[in-house]
């Protein structure tokens, strides 16, 4: 019991699936959370069975050979209200697929499954960020954007079990076109995929060709970038990952003012794999949001703070769901 995630019945696992990758790990009831299996994710103009062969790996791997008690999928998708089915999912091949159901059966074990930001609400609510708190935010930034509203201490699910979906409200009227089919939608502006198609825009620039260390680190190809290089880079000072990062963190804090002036919350948490960047990321955003939201001056303004699991809230969450329903 090296790792605190035995259990009499085997060990629970939670998996998050997003746009680019698939993470699992043993979860602890305390959240403790084992060696991270990952895998790249096969896309989403593929076999809904290649997606499947992914997550199979992952949790194989994360078990390290241990019985299993129970899997909790975090789907980067619209998951229905009876947590049965992957409604649609912008970056994955889900179409209306009795998800849950398929992988028990390919598994022969319980499975509990959500959409990924309501798990990684689930995980800063119970042990993390907001434990604190009744009326919280959740954003997470990846590839896209997902989100959840937590309120009076209750995750707000909707009639559909869809709500939450904020990366796919338009911002910018006959915008960026987005995979969700629609235009202009805010995770163009602000994620993960939006952060590496600014400093690459950028990096076509005769004024940054060659001067950037992005430049360095991708050996002059712009095609080469990929966001944990900009990450690097920014760290590091460069000039270029540093306006990339301004330019998204700002686009962030101008979706949450919106969010928050419908919701009013006390508190807004910022998860997925961008949010490991934290300062670079947040200090834009709260400086947008202080600028962006209706009668700042005249009422409380939530803090912004980064999920306490950062990118691994939705394993934590999908583990908790599985425990909790399995």
């Not at 076509?204 to 990929?226: I, K």
């Not at 508190?267 to 962006?292: N, Y």
């Not at 939530?302 to 934590?316: D, K, L, Q, T």
Request: net charge negative; glycine share 14%.
């Amino acid at each position: 019991m090296a790792d605190g995630t035995d259990t009499p019945a085997g060990v629970y696992i939670g998996v998050d699936i997003g746009g680019t990758k698939v993470m699992a790990a043993t979860v602890s009831e305390e959240g403790e959370v084992g060696p991270i299996a990952r895998r790249t994710t096969p896309g989403r103009r593929v076999e809904v069975e290649l997606v499947e062969d992914a997550l199979t790996e992952a949790i194989e791997e994360a078990a390290a050979g241990r019985p299993i008690a129970a899997v909790g999928i975090a789907a980067a998708g619209f998951v229905d209200a009876d947590g049965e089915r992957v409604m649609f999912a912008p970056h994955l091949p889900w179409r209306d697929d009795p998800t849950r159901s398929r992988l028990e059966t390919r598994w022969g074990l319980p499975v509990a499954l959500d959409n990924d930001a309501n798990c990684a609400a689930r995980a800063e609510i119970a042990l993390g960020a907001a434990r604190a708190a009744r009326d919280v935010l959740m954003v997470t930034m990846g590839t896209g954007i997902g989100g959840a509203v937590v309120l009076g201490g209750t995750l707000l699910r909707g009639r559909n079990g869809m709500a939450g979906e904020f990366g796919h409200m338009q911002v910018v009227p006959d915008g960026r076109g987005c995979e969700c089919g629609g235009e202009g939608c805010w995770e163009q502006y602000s994620s993960g995929n939006a952060l590496v198609r600014y400093a690459r825009g950028r990096m076509w620039h005769e004024s940054y060709a060659g001067t950037t260390l992005l430049a360095e680190l991708t050996g002059g190809d712009p095609h080469a970038l990929t966001g944990p290089m900009v990450t690097a880079a920014a760290e590091r000072g460069d000039s270029l990952a540093l306006q990339a990062f301004e330019e998204v963190g700002e686009w962030l804090g101008i979706g949450i003012a919106n969010l928050v002036a419908a919701f009013d919350p006390e508190l807004v948490v910022v998860g997925g794999g961008v949010s490991a960047a934290d300062g670079l990321l947040l200090a834009p955003a709260r400086s947008a949001l202080e600028q962006s939201l209706v009668g700042a001056a005249h009422r409380i303004v939530p803090p912004v703070v980064r999920a306490h699991f950062g990118p691994e809230a939705g394993v934590v969450g999908a583990a908790a769901l599985a425990r909790a329903v399995c």
